[in-house]
Structures are given as structure tokens and as C-alpha cells.
T-cell receptor, first 111, second 117 residues
């Protein structure tokens, strides 16, 4: 499978716990994006990497959120001290030039 | 503000018929890229079709085509010969600026399309 992969697919956690998600982009894609999607809404941009450099962050990305892309390959998104409002689908996408290709997402439920 | 509006929350079409999904957007940029994405019940977002704003010719991909009206800031999606597998949420999105795939996508709220047998 040469598409974007994300792990885990589902995560249930208790409020206050830390969680980390992983995204593996399409191998030749140098651009990587994180989005958050809540029920009934379109995805909202969180952050963008070109290679290993994080070039843009949304105001949605509070201090509790951090993303990395070491060596310009896979990326991780960590949420510290989770809150119930963090419950959402977290989508990763990668691109080279023509459009962004999305992974299956990680569904986070914060109890 | 850069926004995307999809005014049809839900639509239904009979199998083999044609359906058009509406989308309008707002931007002050002259160059940008427009997209339609499909999100089936399995939730994986799939790129359906893309249009560069500087191209006057409407993009087509098999049964999918767009009607791009730049002056009206309108970007509708036409699905011909609808199939059961077309049942999904359809999102209109755009990337402002000439960077193409380098910037963030701005999405609408989606149109849920149901293809009836």
C-alpha cells in the first residue's frame, strides 16, 4: 500500500492524559499536513511541514499540541493534557504538487 | 476572509442520473486552486478533481466534471451516470495563492450525497 497511513486508527483516553499519533506520508511527498475534523464539519487545518521544517501552524494548535517531522519522513502529533473538546478525527495528508492525499485518520475520544 | 460555502447539506439522486453539487468561495487572491474531495462512510478522504484558477477550461475526470465560474466565485461539481459507490460526503475546498499544493486547504461544510438504487 503506497498511500498515507496513520496509527492508531482509534484512540480512547481519559481527560488529562497525553496521546501521540503517527502519520507516514507517501514516500516521495515532501509536504505533510495535519487537519482536525469534528462531526458534521469539514477538516480544519492544524499545521504544515515541508520536509522537516514546520512552516505554518493554525491558531487552533494550542500550546498543548505539538507536531514533529524528524528527518522529513513520518510525522507525530502529540496532545498533552487532553480535554473533551479534543475529541475529533485527526487527519494527515501529504502532497508533492497536485493536490493533497489523505490518510484514514485517527479518531480520538476523550472521556 | 477566505471561506467556502456549500449550501446543500444533503442531496439525493437516482442511480444513473446526473447530479450537481454547488460550491461558492470567497478570496481576494487572483491565483488559487480548487478541489472536490469525496469522503465515503469509511471516512478516507479521496481527491476527486482539481481546478487551477488561471485555467478557463473546466476540469473533467471520467464521470466527474466541474463548472468553474471565476467571476462569480462558483465551483460546482457534476456527477454523471451516478453510481451507488458515489454515496459519500463531498467537500469543496481551495488553496488560496499560487503555491498550489504548498498551502493549507480551506474546506466547506460538505454535501451528503445519497445515490438511490
Amino acid at each position: 500500500d503506497t498511500g498515507v497511513s496513520q496509527n492508531p486508527r482509534h484512540k480512547i483516553t481519559k481527560r488529562g492524559q497525553n496521546v501521540t499519533f503517527r502519520c507516514d506520508p507517501i514516500s516521495e511527498h515532501n509536504r505533510l499536513y495535519w487537519y482536525r475534523q469534528t462531526l458534521g464539519q469539514g477538516p480544519e487545518f492544524l499545521t504544515y511541514f515541508q520536509n522537516e521544517a514546520q512552516l505554518e501552524k493554525s491558531r487552533l494548535l494550542s500550546d498543548r499540541f505539538s507536531a514533529e517531522r524528524p528527518k522529513g519522513s513520518f510525522s507525530t502529533l502529540e496532545i498533552q493534557r487532553t480535554e473533551q473538546g479534543d475529541s475529533a478525527m485527526y487527519l494527515c495528508a501529504s502532497s508533492l504538487e497536485k493536490g493533497q492525499f489523505f490518510g484514514p485518520g485517527t479518531r480520538l475520544t476523550v472521556l | 476572509a477566505q471561506t467556502v460555502t456549500q449550501s446543500q447539506p444533503e442531496m439525493s439522486v437516482q442511480e444513473a442520473e446526473t447530479v450537481t453539487l454547488s460550491c461558492t468561495y470567497d478570496t481576494s487572491e487572483n491565483n488559487y486552486y480548487l478541489f472536490w474531495y469525496k469522503q465515503p462512510p469509511s471516512r478516507q478522504m479521496i481527491l476527486v478533481i482539481r481546478q487551477e484558477a488561471y485555467k478557463q477550461q473546466n476540469a473533467t475526470e471520467n464521470r466527474f466534471s466541474v463548472n468553474f465560474q471565476k467571476a462569480a466565485k462558483s465551483f460546482s461539481l457534476k456527477i454523471s451516470d451516478s453510481q451507488l459507490g458515489d454515496t459519500a460526503m463531498y467537500f469543496c475546498a481551495f488553496i488560496p495563492g499560487a503555491g498550489g499544493a504548498t498551502n493549507k486547504l480551506i474546506f466547506g461544510t460538505g454535501t451528503l450525497l445519497a445515490v438511490q438504487p
